[in-house]
């Protein structure tokens, strides 16, 4: 979705999309984890380079639910993201991590005098306010070059949490994306706007139901209504 009249975002239409379901679906993920940490601990591991050496712990289970700091980080969250990724290694779990994010994007707010609601950190912030926190500013952030970075290292942690606990944790919703006769019944806007947004570029389509038609993110619309109302 275009912003008028704010900065470009550096996300895809599709790759926002995907960010917002990523953000939404890892608290359930990391409460499964919290929930089941013993018995999938206990399922051990086994060497990626020798398959017929075994671990009696799962080490991605640990890394995932570590809650340590590890220190005080001496590179920005999206510098972080990168060497991670590059290592092919998780630094911080989680909620760490998560917390990197969240103190770095606040002091560029700060900086920025952008209007914000505090995050909650350290002993009471969790991955679900951690998550609804990014998902409350998605809309600065995605403004944001870093917002890439974001985006792919929020995406690694549901991929590594869906093959730790399974992807059936992370529950459908059939209501998210629509054409827009379905966005005019689900969030009460008269369609004629939604064509009229279209039209301006400012709401963009996702993809085709099995009809052909255009869909659209329900929450690009909604966020969309909030803006212009």
Not at 185 to 212: M, Q, S
């Amino acid at each position: 979705m275009s912003h008028p009249p704010s900065e470009p975002s550096w996300l895809t239409t599709a790759d926002r999309a995907q960010l917002e379901r990523d953000l939404d679906d890892l608290p359930e993920l990391a409460d499964q984890l919290d929930a089941n940490y013993g018995a999938l601990l206990a399922r051990g591991a086994r060497n990626p380079d020798d398959p017929w050496i075994t671990y009696p712990a799962s080490l991605a289970v640990i890394e995932l639910a570590d809650r340590r700091t590890k220190g005080a980080p001496t590179v920005d969250a999206a510098s972080q993201s990168e060497i991670d990724r590059l290592a092919r290694s998780r630094r911080l779990g989680v909620l760490p991590s998560l917390e990197m994010w969240l103190r770095m994007l606040e002091a560029d707010m700060l900086d920025l005098d952008v209007d914000h609601r505090p995050p909650l950190l350290d002993d009471t912030g969790t991955v679900t306010t951690a998550a609804g926190w990014l998902r409350t500013h998605l809309d600065w952030i995605a403004c944001r070059q870093e917002s890439v970075d974001l985006a792919a290292e929020v995406r690694g942690m549901v991929i590594d949490l869906e093959r730790i606990v399974g992807s059936a944790y992370a529950a459908p919703d059939d209501r998210s994306v629509g054409t827009i006769g379905k966005l005019a019944t689900w969030c009460g806007i008269p369609e004629r706007t939604l064509y009229r947004w279209v039209a301006r570029g400012w709401l963009d389509p996702l993809g085709t139901d099995d009809r052909g038609k255009p869909t659209y993110r329900r929450r690009d619309a909604e966020a969309l209504a909030r803006r212009v109302a």
